[in-house]
């Protein structure tokens, strides 16, 4: 008999044999790597597979709410087929393509419904049929539809974009996310600006997300829950966008990890703030107290706006001219994080929370490696933010 560590090097050994004769082996059989990752891989009992990817509990709770509340259309896409006149399952001379059968799809396609393109868009489907056709020597059952309309595009509406079917007034739902993901795959849309919001960086990079975010007017927008500092970075440094999605959105629906909006019907008419303070000739001042004396210890959210200089000797110099970075600090607020001011900028709006009778104190200061830089805040304008109280404590986690 083998002695135990003559058997275990022997394994170990044949180890590498055992996936060579596997790729050397793999045409004539196709699953061979796969049985033996299912031999290694311990299924999970809890584990569910969305696009092909499996997703932990928590994110499979996060998609199921998605799905939930954001009505995602029934998908399916043309075949892979390049004869008999088409292409990529396309028709290249009349409006007809073969798409994948499934009983589902052939339940719910129906004369009279409309499928939307990534290209052509919206097209009002005229005819079904159930065909058997062999493609590739294979005999296989799909849909035929034949549509109204000019011809399709086989390269942008054929395989492997999506094909969505719709109702007669139905629409693809609009998302915009903070950070794009599972629900912009199902719908193969993305940010007309940046997928991330972290990536909008600078002036006009910032700028222009607003806008973006203002001219899209999507259905519904998914955030992440301000529950760690970065969350809480996110909302300082971009509160212009924040601002923006609680006056137009409401708060649909709460993920383990993100926040669902909805859009409100009456969302995006012009919305004037009036300032309830200011307070001017600040620049020989370090610190400033916000005097809003007031009665109650029930939390609430300030807005304020700053107008302020800076001067940098090391402006012109590469490298050197990031060091110096400028500081708001709400010390005696209940402020998860110093506010760092962009130094592109003359004027920066910032939110704080407040949840007793202190009036908050706002300190100025600057931190670098290198001397000379210098911040000087001219101008202090300060209002109450307007909201549901339910929404400022999911938008702020306040509780989290």
Not at 56 to 61: G, I, M, N, Q, S
Not at 158 to 172: A, C, S, V
Not at 289 to 298: A, E, F, Q, S, V
Request: one cysteine or more; charged letters at 30%.
């Amino acid at each position: 008999m083998l002695s135990k560590k003559s058997f275990l090097c022997l394994f170990y050994n044949s180890i590498p044999i055992i996936f060579f004769l596997s790729f050397l082996f793999k045409p004539f059989f196709p699953d061979a790597l796969q049985s033996l990752e299912n031999l290694s891989h311990k299924k999970q009992l809890h584990e569910k597979k969305i696009l092909g990817s499996y997703l932990d509990p928590l994110w499979y709770e996060h998609f199921r709410l998605l799905e939930k509340h954001i009505p995602i259309p029934l998908f399916f896409s043309s075949i892979p087929m390049d004869e008999d006149g088409f292409q990529n399952g396309i028709s290249k001379d009349s409006t007809s393509l073969f798409v994948e059968y499934s009983k589902k799809a052939a339940d719910s396609v129906q004369e009279g419904k409309y499928v939307h393109f990534k290209k052509s868009g919206k097209r009002k489907i005229e005819k079904v049929e159930i065909a058997w056709k062999p493609i590739y020597g294979i005999r296989r059952k799909y849909i035929k539809l034949y549509l109204e309309g000019t011809i399709l595009s086989p390269y942008e509406d054929g395989y492997p974009y999506r094909i969505f079917l719709l109702d007669k007034d139905e629409n693809k739902p609009t998302v915009w996310s903070t950070y794009s993901g599972i629900v912009e795959a199902l719908l193969e849309v993305h940010n007309p600006d940046t997928d991330y919001i972290i990536h909008a960086l600078g002036e006009k990079r910032r700028d222009k997300y607003v806008e973006s975010f203002k001219k899209t007017k999507c259905d519904y927008a998914i955030t992440i829950k301000n529950k760690w500092i970065y969350g809480n970075w996110l909302l300082s440094s971009n509160w212009d966008f924040y601002e923006q999605l609680v006056y137009n959105y409401d708060i649909l629906c709460i993920a383990p990890s993100h926040v669902i909006w909805k859009k409100k019907k009456d969302a995006f008419l012009e919305n004037q703030e009036q300032w309830e303070g200011t307070f001017r000739n600040l620049e020989d001042k370090k610190e400033f107290t916000l005097p809003l004396n007031r009665d109650g210890d029930n939390y609430d959210i300030i807005i304020i706006e700053a107008e302020y200089s800076i001067e940098n000797p090391w402006k012109f110099f590469p490298f050197f001219n990031n060091f110096p970075r400028y500081f708001i600090d709400p010390v005696n607020a209940s402020a998860k994080q110093t506010i760092s001011l962009p130094p592109y900028k003359k004027v920066f709006r910032f939110p704080i929370f407040i949840k007793n009778k202190e009036n908050p104190k706002l300190e100025f200061y600057v931190r670098s490696l290198l001397p000379g830089a210098s911040l000087k805040i001219k101008e202090i304008r300060y209002r109450y933010f307007h909201a549901p109280q339910k929404t400022k404590e999911i938008l702020f986690g306040i509780f989290e």
